[in-house]
């Protein structure tokens, strides 16, 4: 069973108040992804926002050199929870992998009779996303730059 508790370890929920998480933990789920298997594909619909407990997932695309590997405290899908929209990368799980998942219409079911506590949520999803974007903004701006800051 999901808890507030277990949901405050994830960054993306560091700052959610605990009632909100309370709701978000009735609609997720504990699931496991054995090592090889694939958690998300580039084209197709995400089919959850994942959580990771523990475990290492290699993400890839078809545009990028080189894999990116997300581990405990970070999630995937984050964009597909808020536009239903592909996960944009093949996502597959290096070892053993334990996650929350929240299915965009369990969030929904939960969220929708608490119109504060969704946007709580979808706010602190949003953060997230711009701190992400803001990190690959500076990484390509140090890169442009041939490393000076």
């Not at 959580?51 to 290492?56: A, D, E, M, P, V």
């Not at 997300?70 to 992998?97: C, K, N, W």
Request: negative net charge; charged residues 25%; hydrophobic residues 45%.
């Amino acid at each position: 069973m999901v808890t507030a508790q277990d949901l405050k370890q994830i960054f993306l929920f560091k700052h959610v108040p605990d009632p909100v998480l309370a709701l978000v933990a009735e609609a997720a789920e504990e699931v496991t992804f054995a090592p090889g298997e694939t958690i998300a594909t580039e084209r197709d619909p995400a089919k959850a926002l994942y959580l990771i407990r523990s475990g290492t997932v290699r993400a890839t695309r078809q545009d990028l050199s080189a894999p990116v590997l997300f581990g405990t405290g970070e999630s995937i899908g984050q964009v597909s929870i808020l536009d239903g929209g592909p996960a944009g990368m093949e996502a597959v799980a290096l070892e053993r992998v334990d996650a929350v998942a929240l299915r965009p219409a369990r969030l929904v079911e939960k969220l929708g009779a608490n119109p504060e506590a969704a946007f709580q949520l979808y706010r602190a999803v949003a953060r997230s996303l711009a701190g992400r974007l803001r990190r690959a903004l500076d990484a390509i701006s140090l890169a442009r730059d041939g490393g000076e800051p």
